[in-house]
């Protein structure tokens, strides 16, 4: 089945940095494109950061230039780099299958990100 892990949140000043992390089990990693969403309280969930499967990378506006995506096809791991971390970046982050749709898709518990100073 289907197990996504998302680790590395944490509270940080405006400015600041973080790493988050995912582990994926029960898919065809390598032959997945990847994505990092992420939730802001009372908001839909969004895509922030796509990864295809030969590495091309693709962001949402507001983040680009400040976020990277990295995939790790041999531990089945995907990350995201965040730099200059803003309030408006407060939000659960999440893993998934580039595409993924709410509710039907499953997805892991996330990892809250809070950017406050």
């Known amino acids: 089945q289907v197990q996504l892990v998302e680790s590395g949140g944490g509270f940080v000043q405006p400015g600041g940095s973080l790493t988050l992390s995912c582990e994926a089990s029960?898919?065809?990693?390598?032959?997945?494109?990847m994505a990092w969403y992420r939730q802001a309280p009372g908001k839909l969930r969004e895509s922030v950061a796509v990864?295809?499967?030969?590495?091309?990378?693709n962001y949402m506006n507001s983040v680009k230039g400040r976020f990277t995506i990295a995939r790790d096809n041999i531990q089945n791991t995907v990350s995201l780099r965040m730099l200059g971390l803003q309030p408006e970046d407060t939000a659960v982050y999440y893993c998934?299958?580039?595409?993924?749709?709410?509710?039907?898709?499953?997805w892991g518990q996330g990892t809250h990100v809070t950017v406050s100073s």
């Open positions: 998934n299958k580039a595409g993924a749709r709410v509710p039907q898709d499953y």
């Open positions: 990864i295809t499967t030969r590495g091309t990378t």
């Open positions: 029960g898919i065809a990693f390598s032959g997945t494109d």
